[in-house]
C-alpha cells in the first residue's frame, strides 16, 4: 500500500517561500510510469495542479505557476519537494501530494493534505 504524507509549516509570511516535503512509503519514486504531483485547494475553490516530478526527475509546473515553482526530489528518503516563491494570500490553500500513474492517466494515491496560510 503507498502512503503520501506531507509536511511542512502551516504559517508563511506574505513575500517568503512555502517549502513542503512529501515523504513516500510503500513506493519508490522512481519507479517507472509514475509522476509525483503537488495539488492545492483553495478555500472555497476547486483543486489546482501545482506541478509534478517524474520518475526519471524531469520537473513540469503549471504556466500560471511556473515562474515561482520548484520541485525536486530526495531519492535516498523517497521524498520530493515543493517550492513556491514570492507567495501571498491568495497562495493560502490545503496542499496535497499525489501519485499520478500514467497508465490510467489518473491520480491513484494522495497524501491526506496539509493547510498552509500566507499570513502577515
Known amino acids: 500500500q503507498v502512503q503520501l504524507q506531507e509536511s511542512g509549516p502551516g504559517l508563511v509570511k506574505p513575500s517568503q517561500t512555502l517549502s513542503l516535503t512529501c515523504t513516500v512509503s510503500g513506493g519508490s519514486i522512481t519507479s517507472n510510469h509514475y509522476y509525483w504531483s503537488w495539488i492545492r485547494q483553495p478555500p472555497g475553490k476547486g483543486l489546482e495542479w501545482i506541478g509534478y516530478?517524474?520518475?526519471?526527475?524531469?520537473?513540469y509546473s503549471s504556466p500560471s505557476l511556473k515562474s515561482r515553482t520548484s520541485i525536486s526530489r530526495d531519492t535516498s528518503n523517497n521524498q520530493f519537494s515543493l517550492q513556491l516563491s514570492s507567495v501571498t494570500p491568495e497562495d493560502t490553500a490545503e496542499y496535497y501530494c499525489?501519485?499520478?500513474?500514467?497508465?490510467?492517466?489518473?491520480?491513484?494515491?494522495w497524501g491526506q493534505g496539509t493547510q498552509v496560510t500566507v499570513s502577515s
Open positions: 516530478i517524474t520518475y526519471g526527475g524531469s520537473t
Open positions: 499525489a501519485r499520478f500513474y500514467t497508465g490510467y492517466s489518473d491520480f491513484d494515491y
